[in-house]
């Protein structure tokens, strides 16, 4: 059975910082590309980030480059992200994903950030 569990959110002022983990289990990590999606109230999920599976390679939707880092330990089949600098507009559900283009695609339930002003 795959699981994804997100854990690290949380309620932060505006200006501070939350670190997200991903651990994932029942899937052979190392194969997948991992990314990290949000969705706030009353739109739809957006990705943020991706990376590769050795890591290497990373990418970042404009709104948060320079702000927010993904990495991960294929060691310990997690994945994470650094968010800095966080905004009001950074508040949604934050969701983890495992995928292999065309063959699997997996999905975590996600975790609350809030961002106050």
């Known amino acids: 059975q795959v699981q994804l569990v997100e854990s690290g959110g949380g309620l932060v002022q505006a200006g501070g910082s939350l670190k997200l983990s991903c651990v994932a289990s029942g899937i052979i990590f190392k194969n997948f590309a991992m990314s990290w999606f949000r969705q706030a109230p009353g739109k739809q999920r957006e990705l943020v980030a991706s990376?590769?599976?050795?890591?290497?390679?990373?990418d970042y939707r404009d709104s948060v480059k320079g702000r927010f880092t993904i990495s991960r330990d294929n060691s310990e089949s997690t994945v994470f992200l650094q968010m800095n600098s966080l905004k009001p507009e950074d508040t949604g559900v934050y969701y983890c994903?495992?995928?292999?283009?065309?063959?699997?695609?997996?999905w975590g339930q996600g975790t609350q950030v809030t961002v106050s002003s």
């Open positions: 994903n495992a995928h292999i283009p065309s063959t699997s695609d997996y």
């Open positions: 990376i590769s599976q050795n890591g290497r390679t990373s």
